[in-house]
């Protein structure tokens, strides 16, 4: 069985600070990582995503994130956050089965 | 390029109503995929359907059914609604099912069972 665990459900953050959202995950095989955000009131739409190869991954709109096996983590990070990034995220995950796996959300709400 | 579509965008049904959910891409995708989102359990997957002509149970299939009309066109049915299939529901589709493979979500649809 596989799951993702999004540890922070509310992220709170002003402007121009940094931001990282956690993503832990657990899977018997390995696994291919990924971050969607979603706007209000819209579909999800993919930030980045994680395949293989170097384990720092850089996505749209500033954001990347890093693999870390040992940890089983997969945190977001993005060094100064805008207004426009509020919104919800999910970390996401694909194993052996051909489905994707979401966490439970974290919602940024992004402060002036 | 539309993308996904989904119809209706909003809708409220008495328990014991029926109603089909429609979505359609125009990515010449193989793969699309019903989700349904309740706030604090993120997405889990209804049905999906890999290829055209074929269809596999998600997480959550229990009072749902699907049909693949076509390669552009995967509907969902709800035989009998009940207040626990309030949701919002997503549609998505992907150019392969392969594990790997980048989802498009469309708008959704707000369902509300009463």
């Known amino acids: 069985a596989q799951s993702v665990t999004q540890l922070d459900s509310q992220v709170p953050v002003f402007e121009e600070a940094p931001v990282e959202l956690r993503c832990n995950y657990s899977?018997?095989?390995?696994?291919?990582l990924f971050w969607y955000v979603q706007y209000p009131n819209q579909g999800l739409q993919l930030l980045l995503k994680?395949?293989?190869?170097?384990?720092l991954v850089k996505g749209i709109n500033g954001f990347e994130a890093e693999f870390n096996k040992s940890q089983t983590s997969f945190h977001l990070r993005k060094p100064s956050v805008h207004i426009s990034d509020t919104a919800e995220y999910f970390c996401?995950?694909?194993?052996?089965?051909?489905?994707?796996?979401f966490g439970s959300g974290t919602q940024l709400t992004v402060l002036p | 390029n539309a993308g996904v579509t989904q119809t209706p965008k909003f809708q409220v049904l008495k328990t014991g109503q029926s109603m089909t959910l429609q979505c359609a891409q125009d990515?010449?995708?193989?793969?699309m995929y019903w989700y349904r989102q309740d706030p604090g359990m993120g997405l889990r997957l209804i049905y999906y359907s890999a290829s055209e002509g074929t269809t596999d149970k998600g997480e959550v299939p229990n009072g749902y059914n699907v049909s693949r009309l076509n390669k552009r066109e995967f509907s969902l049915r709800l035989e009998s609604a009940a207040p626990s299939q309030t949701s919002v529901y997503f549609c998505?589709?992907?150019?392969?099912?392969?594990?790997?493979?980048?989802?498009?979500f469309g708008p959704g649809t707000r369902l509300t069972v009463l």
């Open positions: 899977s018997s095989v390995s696994v291919y």
């Open positions: 996401a995950l694909s194993g052996s089965a051909r489905q994707l796996t």
């Open positions: 998505a589709s992907s150019e392969s099912a392969g594990i790997a493979g980048e989802q498009f």
């Open positions: 990515m010449n995708h193989n793969s």
């Open positions: 994680y395949l293989s190869g170097s384990t």
